[in-house]
């Protein structure tokens, strides 16, 4: 993700530049940071690369959240990630190609935390698939309530759609684990900006081929 602190870095398209000769082929952005603008800009390039797009919604407000959601439809992005108020998003997205993959549980604040218990989320993603989303964006490791991967786990039950986790992943045992537990895809974005994740290594580049071979 071009992100760092739940918000899109404001150089994204000097980074997408940057990271051209990676091979990366799914790249994401925040609805916050930037202007709406300079996400379409970053999501021609994220195209341009080749790349899977997505857009996360982490706006505190019903409104804004649906104005994200209409944003993507506008752009065309691949995956919309984050939001509660799935009907509405889904009505929304009607009759175009964006998968909707929205938060179980109960995300609040920002940056985004998540409440709830394992419970929530298993019933929140087995509501989900029955309204037809394409999967789920569980923020496992921003949990207050509950252990990560028993998050992960309720998550893996209930759906057969994607299962991707989002947040707070800064280490390699943390990518291991959640491959284990069955998620299709995860996103890194802060750990790899700052240089925690490979603290060994000093280049975004770097950081990036750390978590790709953290991958396996």
């Given amino acids: 993700m071009l992100t760092r602190g739940d918000q899109t870095v ?10 051209a000769a990676t091979g990366l ?5 925040k609805d916050v940071g930037v202007p709406p603008a300079m996400l379409g800009r970053l999501h021609r390039r994220i195209k341009e690369l080749g790349a899977t797009s997505y857009l996360e919604v982490v706006s505190t407000t019903p409104e804004a959240g649906l104005q994200s959601a209409r ?13 509660t108020l799935v009907e509405q998003v889904l009505d929304i997205l009607a009759g175009s190609a964006v998968q909707y993959l929205p938060f179980p549980g109960r995300p609040f604040g ?5 409440g709830g218990s394992a419970a929530d989320v298993e019933a929140d993603c087995r509501r ?4 037809g989303c394409a999967g789920v964006d569980l923020l496992a490791y921003r949990a207050t309530e509950a252990d990560p991967l028993e998050l992960v786990h309720a998550a893996r039950r209930a759906t ?3 299962l991707l986790v989002a947040g707070g992943i800064a280490t390699p045992a943390q990518i291991r684990a959640l491959a284990a537990a069955g998620v299709d895809a995860f996103t890194v974005g802060s750990a790899a900006f700052d240089g925690s994740f490979a603290p060994q290594v000093g280049s975004l580049r770097s950081q990036l081929r750390a978590v790709v071979d953290a991958s396996g």
């Fill in 25 to 29: 082929t799914h790249i994401g952005f």
């Fill in 10 to 19: 404001t150089d994204g398209l000097e980074v997408l530049d940057d990271l």
């Fill in 160 to 162: 057969d759609g994607v």
């Fill in 110 to 114: 920002h940056p985004t935390r998540l």
């Fill in 71 to 83: 944003l993507a439809r506008e752009l065309g992005v691949d995956r919309l990630l984050g939001g």
């Fill in 128 to 131: 989900f698939r029955a309204l």
